[in-house]
């Protein structure tokens, strides 16, 4: 009995011809759904980001409904209320810090394990692809904590303004919280991801990010207290939290306060462009090793 060999015929595709640099577009997505999969990974911090703007704007509200009758105690209500959004941001800056446990540190690390970036990279995808997607997809869950909760807060302080002269007094709280947000935004999705790309072993460099953020970082402020406010600067939660108190111009006499603007900037920017720097030069050795085909 002979066999017989019955072609099937091709068909060329006939779908939608993205550009090519849209590509990131749907690695960011995928990482979007990703994490919103189970509730530990991103739900978890996403609900205590609700909790901190809850009990803050509650606190605003209820202090500027009180300002009124308390007569010679209505500065230390308005202080409160004053005060309520830049220690909320303190809050939310470890909420950032929970997301880049469950999913930034971990994100590179997982795709060199498991070899996907044969994947990747066997459909066209460049390496700017991948470190952008990837980015912009954890950058994407992270604004949702770090960036819109203190936006919202904001919005509140300046709505419950009991004139049109103070109200515009506040509006530079929008920007003061744009400022911020995006700065512990770019932190946490960043240098997390830097760690995975540096590592490249899931639980070692998320155990890694984890020491250099609590005890490195508590190590080199001990080390500023003792020395020098810039070496100070270099943790990372610190020079976040002297960006918000130089910003409202808060002195709450703590170390914190006494680190040098220019220095807490200058930190938080060489955390980040250090970190997209090694994700880009690992992404791009793989892929100049001969992982994928793309050319």
């Known amino acids: ?3 017989t060999i019955h072609d099937l015929g091709y068909k060329r595709y006939v779908g939608t011809r993205r550009d090519p640099a849209t590509r990131w577009r749907v690695i960011a997505r995928q990482q979007i759904a990703h994490g919103w999969k189970t509730w530990w990974r991103f739900k978890a911090p996403l609900g205590m980001a609700v909790i901190i703007t809850c009990i803050a704007g509650g ?3 209820f202090a500027s409904d009180q300002r009124t009758r308390l007569g010679a105690a209505q500065a230390i209500v308005m202080k409160l209320v004053d005060t309520a959004l830049p220690e909320a941001l303190l809050w939310y800056f470890r909420a950032g810090f929970v997301v880049s446990l ?3 540190a971990s994100m590179v690390a997982s795709d060199m394990q498991s070899g996907a970036f044969t994947f990747y990279f066997a459909r066209s995808v460049k390496p700017w692809h991948y470190v952008f997607g990837k980015l912009a997809g954890l950058g994407a869950l992270l604004a949702l904590i770090t960036l819109a909760g203190p936006l919202v807060l904001a919005g509140m302080r300046i709505g419950i303004a009991n004139s049109t002269d103070e109200l515009l007094l506040l509006v530079p709280l929008l ?3 744009l400022v911020v947000g995006i700065a512990a935004t770019l932190v946490y999705a960043a240098v997390p991801l830097g760690f995975s790309a540096l590592i490249g072993q899931r639980r070692q460099s998320l155990a890694i990010w984890a020491a250099y953020y609590l005890i490195f970082g508590s190590m080199v402020y001990a080390l500023g207290s003792a020395t020098s406010p810039w070496i100070a600067a270099l943790d990372l939660p610190h020079a976040l ?3 918000t108190y130089h910003l409202w111009e808060i ?3 703590t170390r914190e306060a006494s680190i040098p603007l220019g220095a807490a900037i200058g930190s938080l920017v060489g955390h980040v462009a250090l970190a997209i720097g090694i994700v880009m030069y690992k992404v791009r050795a793989a892929h ?3 992982i994928g085909g793309e050319s």
Do not use: H, N, Y
């Open 241 to 243: 939290q002297a960006v």
């Open 288 to 290: 100049l090793s001969g």
């Open 1 to 3: 009995m002979s066999s």
């Open 59 to 61: 606190m605003m509200v």
């Open 175 to 177: 920007g003061k919280a």
């Open 102 to 104: 469950t999913i930034g």
């Open 251 to 253: 002195d709450f006499r």
